[in-house]
């Protein structure tokens, strides 16, 4: 009984987390771009500088006419969201926030997290395909093709990480990191979060469903709370990338002085704010920079990381 009340809790923290910390992104990105851009931001929902936008956000979706096309293949078009959704929710589940602080501690949690990751596409490519849309089939593509393009230097600047450690254990990984992996796997750490960035089709790589485009991608024949998952899970992806960068290059929970679940989050929110400062920062890609940019120099990047990382595993046994 005690077992089965354990990993209840563990599972009804997770899915806490889940529903609360994108919402607390979601509003750091508000008011973050808000003074990065010089205007005022949500100021009036909740009262308090707005504090109840993304809330308010929510119940305006559920409100909004749930609208399917006629021509539209009705099942894969109500689960696409699902599909793009439930991964990061699987992923929570074996990203440790502190010594024993994790949903389950798999032996292989490093290649179950890409594995699962790498589902989100195919909700991408679900909502375009069932969209019976022209528009939304090609923006479906070009979603996946970013995704597919982007998954290799991830994979690689991830596989660095499992050999410093010798371990593909996501506690054994934070319990084997030392100060000095920084400057170690720093190339690694660039390339996995860019890569993770375009993944997340978080500007400047949100060419599919930029705002400059005819349509959203293969989200264009959406509307109400199937939309509003979209959007979800785009920022639940910004907290697992932030997550996992903690958990593989920056030491998890280890840190001076605080409880080490503290450090992981105070870590996590720092990388977020990173990815919503590079929304604000940086220009958009054209689609054959964003390839050059994966081919040209984040595979090769990737590849020179895991070099240089079985270089110094060498002499240093």
């Known amino acids: 009984m005690a077992e089965v009340l354990d990993v209840a809790l563990r599972l009804a923290v997770i899915v806490i987390a889940f529903l609360t910390l994108p919402l607390i992104v979601g509003q750091t990105e508000h008011k973050a771009m808000a003074h990065m851009q010089s205007r005022l931001g949500p100021m009036y929902a909740g009262g308090f500088h707005g504090w109840a936008q993304l809330i308010a956000d929510g119940v305006k979706f559920v409100q909004k006419e749930d609208v ?32 024993g602080l994790i949903g389950a501690d798999l032996d292989a949690g490093l290649f179950f997290v890409l594995a699962v990751m790498g589902v989100g596409v195919l909700g991408s490519i679900m909502a375009g395909w069932s969209s019976a849309n022209k528009y939304s089939v090609l923006g479906g593509m070009r979603s996946a093709a970013q995704l597919m393009s982007y998954e290799l230097p991830l994979v690689l600047a991830a596989s660095s990480v ?156």
């Not at 293949?73 to 793009?84: I, T």
């Not at 959007?231 to 080490?260: C, D, H, K, N, R």
Request: net charge positive; aromatic share 12%.
């Open 68 to 99: 399917i096309p006629a021509a539209a293949d009705r099942r894969v078009f109500s689960l696409a969201p699902a599909v793009a959704l439930v991964p990061y929710l699987v992923v929570m589940i074996v990203i440790p926030v502190g010594p």
């Open 162 to 317: 499992a050999m410093a450690a010798g371990t593909l254990s996501l506690p054994g990984i934070v319990e084997a990191w030392q100060w000095w992996w920084l400057p170690w796997q720093a190339i690694g750490a660039v390339v996995f979060f860019v890569a993770g960035l375009a993944e997340l089709r978080r500007p400047p790589f949100d060419m599919p469903i930029a705002d400059s485009e005819i349509i959203m991608g293969p989200m264009t024949e959406y509307t109400g709370i199937r939309f509003a998952l979209f959007m979800l899970s785009e920022y639940v992806g910004i907290v697992v990338l932030s997550a996992l960068t903690t958990v593989l290059f920056l030491g998890g929970w280890q840190g001076p002085l605080l409880p080490g679940p503290v450090w992981t989050l105070l870590k996590v929110f720092a990388l977020a704010f990173v990815v919503i400062w590079v929304r604000v920062s940086f220009p958009r890609l054209r689609a054959d920079q964003l390839q050059k940019l994966a081919w040209l120099g984040l595979v090769p990047a990737a590849l020179l990381q895991l070099a240089l990382t079985g270089v110094v595993k060498v002499l240093a046994g």
